[in-house]
């Protein structure tokens, strides 16, 4: 047997479920501001400071580049 406690599928996948859809009824646009563990730079999360949704660095970096793009975008 091992020490490792059971992993509760269903609790894991109400918690994705709630996140997505903080992050899809922000009013947006999110910001990224709140190290959720800054300690780790890689494989930390980070926090909307507007409706506490989270994601991962990599999906942060893409955002804002997106924002950024968007901002430059002759309209």
Excluded at 3 to 23: E, G
Excluded at 47 to 65: N, Q
Aim: with cysteine.
């Amino acid at each position: 047997m091992s020490d490792r406690p059971a992993i509760d599928a269903k609790k894991i996948w109400d918690d994705v479920q709630a996140n997505a859809k903080k992050l899809a009824g922000c009013a947006g646009p999110h910001d990224f501001s709140i190290a959720r563990s800054p300690e780790k730079k890689l494989t930390g999360r980070w926090a909307c400071s507007r409706c506490g949704g989270e994601v991962d660095p990599i999906a942060k970096l893409w955002y804002e580049r997106g924002l950024a793009d968007a901002r430059k975008a002759p309209t």
